[in-house]
T-cell receptor, first 112, second 110 residues
């Protein structure tokens, strides 16, 4: 049963700390997405990769957020320094080319 | 840019039918997706339309009119487990980038 996995599932941290979220896409999927979901803004695309190359990161605050794919089995999203307004659920999704996206369970981040 | 509108909340009775509308204004269009999201869980794919018309998949159907910038998701024979948020998402002209609407929360009552 192939699925996207994300770690950690929950993270509570203090303002100013670095946060790293990890995602393992479904094997064989070459497109990986990072989304953020809040009650106010809904589900927003932060960045996405195809074949490990960044295609679009226009939704990501560049000064504190960074996204990478060190290899085909790992995508990372880092926030440094974190702020209370970054509190949200962060979803990773993967897809084979332009087909439907499969979402991971999400990382619920709380920044105090 | 993309602008996607869908109602915030709908209530329906178990066994009934509910239709969730989605209107969009986009600079490019390459398909419309519907996702279901239960509270505290990840979105899961329901349907995809790229051509005008109706796509049926079991109790769920989705319709698209590209000229009107309009889609709906029809849920038939509602069950309690259908209580969830339903997200409409539009794919732009290039790549697989989706823009999501705010979601419609459907509450199914006995």
């Amino acid at each position: 049963d192939a699925r996207v996995t994300q770690t950690p599932r929950h993270k509570v941290t203090e303002m100013g700390q670095e946060v790293t979220m990890r995602c393992q896409p479904i094997l064989g999927h070459n497109t990986v997405f990072w989304y953020r979901q809040t009650m106010m803004q809904g589900l927003e695309l932060l960045a996405y990769f195809r074949n490990r190359a960044p295609l679009d990161d226009s939704g990501m605050p560049k000064d504190r957020f960074s996204a990478e794919m060190p290899d085909a089995t790992l995508a990372t999203l880092k926030i440094q320094p974190s702020e209370p307004r970054d509190s949200a659920v962060y979803f990773c999704a993967s897809a084979p080319w332009d087909n439907e996206q499969f979402f991971g369970p999400g990382t619920r981040l709380t920044v105090l | 840019g993309q602008n996607i509108d869908q109602p915030t909340e709908m209530t329906a009775t178990e066994g009934a039918i509910v239709q969730i509308n989605c209107t969009y204004q986009t600079s490019g269009f390459n398909g419309l997706f519907w996702y279901q999201q239960h509270a505290g869980e990840a979105p899961t794919f329901l349907s995809y339309n790229v051509l005008d018309g109706l796509e049926e998949k079991g109790r769920f159907s989705s319709f698209l009119s590209r000229s009107k910038g309009y889609s709906y998701l029809l849920l038939k024979e509602l069950q309690m487990k259908d209580s969830a948020s339903y997200l409409c998402a539009v794919r732009g002209a290039a790549g697989n980038k989706l823009t999501f609407g705010g979601g419609t929360r459907v509450l199914v009552k006995p």
